[in-house]
T-cell receptor, first 111, second 113 residues
Framework: EDQVTQSPEALRLQEGESSSLNCSYTVSGLRGLFWYRQDPGKGPEFLFTLYSAGEEKEKERLKATLTKKESFLHITAPKPEDSATYLCAVARGGGYNKLIFGAGTRLAVHP | DTEVTQTPKHLVMGMTNKKSLKCEQHMGHRAMYWYKQKAKKPPELMFVYSYEKLSINESVPSRFSPECPNSSLLNLHLHALQPEDSALYLC????????????FGPGTRLLVL
């Protein structure tokens, strides 16, 4: 059964304290892995798409990596404005266009 | 530009009302989606339109009726909803339906009284 598990469920950091969020997945034929950021009451904001193991992408303080079983979202020197829920989702192969979401990691960065 | 717009932002309706949610994108995307999201939960897929044809219905109750008038517009018609249907309704689009990145709109916050 296709499954996406994110950990931790919640994370509290001090400003400048780097950390990583984990997304482990089980899917038949990974078509893509997606990271989104979501602020309360708003739609998910696209961050990264990763397609193959070994791929890495960076944007400002965020860096996403992918292995055959999991993805990490590394946050370097976070700021309070990085506080949000971070969602991981996967798309399986075979032309199946349904995203399978993890439950998300709620990140709070305190000054 | 990766913008998906949704109207209205907020909607309050009674259980006997009929209302519609609207979604629009001008990115030339040919796949469009409706999701429902409850508080502190991830989005749940409701419907997928691919090239203006309904390709996935995730066993959604018939009180939700999707419509895709053209490649840029997606509607969700609501009728006889229940209080448990209160949620954030999200629209998304992607270039095609083969696992490409989906871009989400800001959502419509729906409250059913």
């Amino acid at each position: 059964e296709d499954q996406v598990t994110q950990s931790p469920e919640a994370l509290r950091l001090q400003e400048g304290e780097s950390s990583s969020l984990n997304c482990s997945y089980t899917v038949s034929g990974l078509r893509g892995l997606f990271w989104y950021r979501q602020d309360p009451g708003k739609g998910p904001e696209f961050l990264f798409t990763l397609y193959s193991a070994g791929e890495e992408k960076e944007k400002e303080r965020l860096k996403a990596t992918l292995t055959k079983k999991e993805s990490f979202l590394h946050i370097t020197a976070p700021k309070p404005e990085d506080s949000a829920t971070y969602l991981c989702a996967v798309a399986r192969g075979g032309g199946y266009n349904k995203l399978i979401f993890g439950a998300g990691t709620r990140l709070a960065v305190h000054p | 530009d990766t913008e998906v717009t949704q109207t209205p932002k907020h909607l309050v309706m009674g259980m006997t009302n009929k209302k519609s949610l609207k979604c629009e994108q001008h990115m030339g995307h040919r796949a469009m989606y409706w999701y429902k999201q409850k508080a502190k939960k991830p989005p749940e897929l409701m419907f997928v339109y691919s090239y203006e044809k309904l390709s996935i219905n995730e066993s959604v109750p018939s009180r939700f009726s999707p419509e895709c008038p053209n490649s840029s517009l997606l509607n969700l018609h609501l009728h006889a909803l229940q209080p448990e249907d209160s949620a954030l309704y999200l629209c998304a689009s992607s270039p095609r339906d083969g696992g490409e990145t989906q871009y989400f709109g800001p959502g419509t916050r729906l409250l059913v009284l």
